[in-house]
């Protein structure tokens, strides 16, 4: 018991001790010398200069320390910020996204980076996430401008057989809605975009500006998704960079036949549409009307 | 003739003393947080966790080392590490950057062990100019 006791005696001090700040022998010294108590005796010895000088050092080692404690208060730059928050999203939802599974190799890290380079996109970083449950199908999360997080689901690509053609292809809408900031735009407020950057030293920190931010990643993500608007401007997008290969429009319109059809028949992807509006309305964008081909015939 | 006899087997038994992996150099975990494996596989499963900027000795050891990852020990533990989550330097941490943020994410000990394995599950790739 006594032992006991005098460890824990020794391990209070010990976290007491490291507790207290640090000084330098600077600052030690001038907090045992009162140097305005011996003013005359100084200026007697011609010792002011001397002393002025040790002054100015300690003010200069004091401000140095102020400084890199403010500096500790910071709060994310933007490109810091998105991969930060995408992150600290994805981890609070590993339980409903479901990423940590053991899965085989699909292939689609070199099937998607071909895509892009066959369409010229080059030098753009990626990171796919898998995901083992039907909630979510796929998603872009905004990007910091380092590399673009893309989700997608393996129970959605497997029910509709998704070759790795197609699966990239779904990634590339994906890639487009990151690339116009679709998502990003709809986090971002005038309180969040005030702080990128500032520091938050000697203030309260305002953590609703997190919790916000989270909330609004779930109600796109799980609920509202993106306008129509929204999704015909991409549609047209992967549309007209796909027109000029054939074997690539063909398979994006096969894709949304695809989805299209699940959505309409399986009730576990019903949301689908909330979320994309809508497959039936994308596929109507992306065919020539009809007086158009008649142009031809 | 007795303490030739000592000094033979002493000198025999540190002869057969398992040796350890000698330490190749010192390389720095330059993910945010992340794990030490059991061995070179994503999904095998973590001897500990680490944390941005955590020096991890790299163990000269070919039979074990596979492609792309490197065997490590971190303090009693020898396991494995993707060499892509490695650096020579200490580099920029987000922590590190952001101290006082990252306390205010509150993250219990399950969601430092996930953000750890997000990196284990994520699919990397990147397009490249000069490759066609």
Known sequence: MKYIILISCILFTAVVLAEKEFKTQEEKEASLVNFDSIKELLKKDLLEHEVKKKKDKIKVIQKKKTEKKVQRYKFPEENDFWPILNEYWLVKNARILKWDFNKPDYGLASAFTLLLETLGFYEIKFKILLLDTAKVTHMALPTGGDAYVLMVSVPFI?????????????????????????????????????????????????????DDAMTKYDDLVYKKGFTFQEQFEVTRMVSDILKNNSKLWSAYNGLLKKIDHLVKSNLLYKDYNKIYPSPEMQ??????????LNKYN | MKSCFTLFFLFMAVLAWPKSAPIKSIKYFSMVYGHLHTSALSASSGLTALSCGHPV????????????????????????????????????????????????????????YFWGRLYDQYVYGKSQVNKR
């Open chain 2, 57 to 112: 000795k790299i163990l000269d050891d070919p039979i074990q080392t596979k492609r792309g990852w490197k065997y490590v020990q971190v303090g009693p533990h020898k396991g494995f590490i993707k060499e892509d989550y490695l650096r020579d330097k200490r580099g920029n941490c987000l922590q590190a950057q952001y101290p006082k943020f990252f306390n205010y994410l509150d993250l219990d000990l399950t969601e430092l």
């Open chain 1, 283 to 292: 596929i109507k964008w992306i065919t020539p009307a009809e007086d158009e």
């Open chain 1, 158 to 210: 497997r029910i509709m057989d998704l070759t790795k053609l197609e699966i990239s292809i779904l990634l590339l809408e994906d890639f487009f809605r990151a690339k116009s900031e679709l998502f990003k735009n709809k986090i971002k407020d005038k309180a969040l975009s005030d702080n990128f950057g500032s520091n938050f030293f000697g203030k309260k920190f305002d953590r609703k500006l997190l």
